[in-house]
Nanobody, 126 residues
Framework: QVQLVESGGGLVQAGGSLRLSCAASGRTFSSYAVGWFRQAPGKEREVVAAISWSGGSTFYADSVKGRFTISRDNAKNTVYLQMNSLKPEDTAVYYC???????????????????WGQGTQVTVSS
């Protein structure tokens, strides 16, 4: 079992920055891929960024490429999402997930993730 807790969300003006954290407990997730997803009201959950177990491979949705950076500190069992140049359309609940395939590359589909956090709200005002 893996428990995930997201933090770092909040209210920020357009152009501002936030850093989200996804802390894992229970079972170490250093050998598993992790993804950040978001879900805006009335919309489906979508992948934002994902990172392989080693951190050597990353993926970004086109909508956040160049503005967001995903990273991980396996010693701290934590994955981060640095979000810069935030836009009102980034407003959503952000979730982190862990993919169960050990030593795997990043995963992009919701169905590829077994564990999820409770989410953290990000609101960007214009």
């Amino acid at each position: 079992q893996v428990q995930l807790v997201e933090s770092g969300g909040g209210l920020v003006q357009a152009g501002g920055s936030l850093r989200l954290s996804c802390a894992a407990s229970g079972r170490t997730f250093s050998s598993y891929a992790v993804g950040w997803f978001r879900q805006a009201p009335g919309k489906e959950r979508e992948v934002v960024a994902a990172i392989s177990w080693s951190g050597g491979s990353t993926f970004y949705a086109d909508s956040v490429k160049g503005r967001f950076t995903i990273s991980r500190d396996n010693a701290k069992n934590t994955v981060y999402l640095q979000m810069n140049s935030l836009k009102p359309e980034d407003t959503a609940v952000y979730y982190c997930g862990v993919s169960p395939g050990e030593y795997s590359d990043y995963a992009l589909l919701i169905a590829e993730y077994d564990y999820w956090g409770q989410g953290t709200q990000v609101t960007v005002s214009s």
